[in-house]
């Protein structure tokens, strides 16, 4: 294709939120990048709304918070998951999440969870990835193929709205194309994990001011159950009038056509209310990780490398952490100061992360597939009554550590990671629902106010950060002469509060552009050059 080939350092496949994210990421440190998506780029049915603490905090580094508070679920509106045989039978469980959503501050993160769906999450990413000049979207290009060729990768695009064909030659690619990637295939990698397969439809509703219409209230994830379980779930997209109803079973997958919509609404609701069914797709849920996340110069990121039941609302999330862990990397990489290994660390960090994430998902659902139920679970009778006063304490036992995951949100770790210098201190047994700050090598370094709206996290990002805490921390000349040394950028911000000090356990703390902590000591090491090397993936012999 002589006199068509395009050349970008990285070339993203796909531009749903996590190809999106990556492309602000790496925008804000100023480097070039293309994304190529197949579609026009705006979502028409819902998919993800769940953003954890961690993804806001993303948001807040890339400047859209406020977009994202803004377009998601108003202030005011309960992160409720309410369990009930519909909207005008009985409550069986109801488990509140005051720590999610409106703005009242929380211990652990400048930013509560939000709710802020796909289809205003991604054209606000969109937006702010077209406001770099070193990024460029091309929509309606799908890849077709792609070959690695000596220092660069080679892809063949369709240009669909033209009908024409070109190549785009990258040094780096990024699969963030999804679960149906061809990339992946094509690389030989595999996909691992549970046989578990869920078929389900998603109906897209309008309901305007639904609860105004029964007695339960607002709440943001409904489940109804029946005397076949709980196979109906109604979210809360807006806040205000749009739901996905999600409807489990492969009858309904295998014939979508023949599915009453309708009537599956009006059941749940209990009675006829002001609505509209907007559009109505299926899909099918697996909980899978691929077996590598990187083939030569071709990353895996997002649903390209791992799938999950989004029962814990965590697939998005996994991928933006993806990205945000590329992001760094990549750009350090071309920028020449990030070392020859550093890539390599990708996998080994995000893999346990997604691996572990994947393992939560599968256990949250296999809790509410295996639920007991009770012919008379929906009936106003006394053994209705009784299964509905067990399935509740059950419900409240089982689930709390389904939708409460700030754990899994905020205390992933990278331990073991080949750019991290571990120092002898064990990591505790991590919990998916509790998060406890540390900044033991590998954790995201904790958050604490500096002032009013300035958090310790809007110190991190670009380049590394040297944090020196308390009044006697030692001033760390030797460590920035070898960042110099090595040209590796490096910011030293001095704390003197004694609770940060406290807080960050250690009086010199080095975190990385994505906010992780990358060494910590009371003293400057030794030998700084090879802590510096370590950390910028210089250190062959910490890969092998
Ligand atoms: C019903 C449902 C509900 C969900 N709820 C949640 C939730 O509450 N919280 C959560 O965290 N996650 C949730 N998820 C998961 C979440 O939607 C995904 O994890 C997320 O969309 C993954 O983003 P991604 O960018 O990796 O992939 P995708 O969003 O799938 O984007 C991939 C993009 O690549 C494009 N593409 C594919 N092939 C090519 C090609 N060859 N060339 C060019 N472009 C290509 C596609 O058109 C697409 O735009 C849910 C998923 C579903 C299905």
Redesign the pocket.
């Known amino acids: 294709m002589p006199g068509s080939r395009l050349e970008t350092p990285v070339l993203i496949?796909?531009?749903?939120?996590?190809?999106?994210?990556l492309a602000c990421d790496l925008g804000l440190r100023g480097i070039s990048c293309l994304l190529?998506?197949?579609?026009e780029?705006l979502?028409d049915h819902?998919?993800?709304?769940?953003?954890?603490s961690r993804?806001m905090e993303f948001m807040r580094r890339w400047g859209v918070a406020e977009a994202v508070h803004a377009a998601g679920t108003p202030d005011d509106f309960p992160h409720t998951a309410l369990y009930c045989t519909s909207f005008t039978g009985y409550e069986i469980a109801r488990i509140e999440r005051p720590s999610h959503g409106g703005r009242e501050p929380i211990k652990q993160s400048p930013e509560r969870p939000q709710r802020c769906?796909?289809l205003f999450l991604?054209p606000i990413l969109t937006k702010l990835a077209r406001s770099f000049d070193s990024v460029q979207l091309r929509h309606r290009?799908?890849?077709?193929s792609v070959s690695e060729a000596g220092d660069h990768v080679i892809a063949t695009?369709h240009d669909r709205a033209n009908d024409r064909r070109f190549e785009i030659a990258a040094s780096y690619l990024v699969d963030?194309?999804?679960?149906?990637?061809?990339?992946r295939p094509a690389l030989g990698i595999e996909m691992s994990g549970s046989p578990y397969v869920g078929y389900?439809l998603?109906i897209f509703v309008r309901a305007p001011d639904l609860w105004t219409h029964h007695a339960m209230g607002k709440a943001a994830l409904v489940t109804f159950v029946d005397s076949n379980g709980l196979w109906r779930n109604l979210?809360s997209l807006d806040g205000r009038e749009l739901y996905?109803f999600?409807v489990t079973g492969k009858q309904y997958y295998d014939a979508p056509d023949q599915v009453d919509a309708e009537g599956f609404f009006r059941q749940v609701v209990g009675k006829d209310v002001p609505h509209q069914i907007l559009s109505v797709?299926r899909?099918m849920?697996r909980n899978v990780v691929a077996d590598r996340y990187r083939h030569g110069r071709i990353f895996l990121?997002?649903?390209?490398?791992h799938?999950?039941h989004?029962a814990?609302?965590?697939?998005?999330?996994?991928?933006l952490g993806?990205a945000v862990d590329l992001g760094w990397k990549l750009s350090a990489v071309i920028a020449g100061w990030g070392g020859a290994r550093l890539l390599d660390s990708y996998e080994p960090e995000r893999r346990p992360v997604g691996i572990r994430n994947i393992g939560h998902a599968g256990l949250s659902h296999d809790n509410e597939r295996q639920q007991a139920t009770h012919p008379e679970i929906a009936m106003n009778t006394a053994a209705g009554a009784e299964a509905r006063r067990k399935m509740g304490e059950d419900l409240v036992r089982i689930q709390t550590g389904r939708v409460i995951t700030d754990g899994l949100a905020l205390g992933y770790q990278y331990t073991p990671s080949p750019i991290v210098c571990g120092d002898g201190v064990a990591p505790r047994p991590a919990s998916t629902v509790e998060y406890q700050p540390t900044t033991l090598p590998g954790s995201r370094a904790p958050h604490a106010w500096l002032s009013a709206a300035r958090s310790a996290l809007d110190l991190f990002g670009n380049g590394f950060t040297l944090l020196r805490l308390g009044s006697g921390a030692p001033q760390p000349s030797m460590m920035e002469r070898a960042f110099s040394e090595r040209a590796v950028p490096l910011n030293t911000v001095s704390i003197a509060d004694p609770t940060i000090a406290a807080l960050y356990e250690r009086r010199l703390v080095l975190v990385r552009p994505d906010g992780h902590v990358a060494w910590r000591d009371d003293v400057e090491p030794a030998d700084p050059l090879s802590v510096v090397d370590h950390v910028r993936g210089a250190d062959a012999a910490a890969f092998n």
Do not use: K, M
């Open positions: 496949v796909g531009g749903g939120p996590v190809g999106l994210a190529i998506e197949q579609d780029g979502p819902p998919r993800a709304t769940a953003l954890n993804s769906n796909q991604d290009c799908r890849l077709e695009v963030c194309s999804g679960g149906r990637s061809v990339i389900f998603s979210i996905r999600g797709r899909w849920a990121a997002g649903d390209a490398a799938l999950n989004p814990a609302g965590l697939g998005l999330n996994t991928g993806d």
